[in-house]
Nanobody, 125 residues
Framework: HVQLVESGGGSVQPGGSLRLSCAISGTPSPGYCVGWFRQAPGQGREGIAG???????RYTDAVKGRFTVSKDNTKNTVYLQMNSLKPDDTGMYYC????????????????????WGQGTQVTVS
């Protein structure tokens, strides 16, 4: 049974940094993708960054150069390092996972992901 637990959200001033964690138990096999999504108040869920268990990453233009996805294999945790935060980055952040095979593309459609965490709030003001 796959479970995702996020942590690390909080309040920060513009220009600040936060690191979100997504602890994964029951890892999907044979491979998996993890997507990071955010949802601003009154808006839909937006995919912003993704990780493939092969080590590939992908980012949307909104966060490219500011956010970095990484994984600690010893802890089976995927991180989202967020730097140079802006007020527009405010929202509820979710990590999600799905089975991915060798060569599978990292996608940002929320309907493609099977497993979701509970979300963590990020406020930049």
């Amino acid at each position: 049974h796959v479970q995702l637990v996020e942590s690390g959200g909080g309040s920060v001033q513009p220009g600040g940094s936060l690191r979100l964690s997504c602890a994964i138990s029951g890892t999907p096999s044979p491979g998996y993708c993890v997507g990071w999504f955010r949802q601003a108040p009154g808006q839909g869920r937006e995919g912003i960054a993704g990780f493939h268990s092969q080590g590939r990453t992908r980012y949307t233009d909104a966060v490219k150069g500011r956010f970095t996805v990484s994984k600690d294999n010893t802890k089976n945790t995927v991180y989202l390092q967020m730097n140079s935060l802006k007020p527009d980055d405010t929202g509820m952040y979710y990590c999600a996972a799905r089975v991915c095979y060798y060569g599978t593309s990292i996608v940002f459609s929320s309907s493609s992901y099977t497993y979701w965490g509970q979300g963590t709030q990020v406020t930049v003001s």
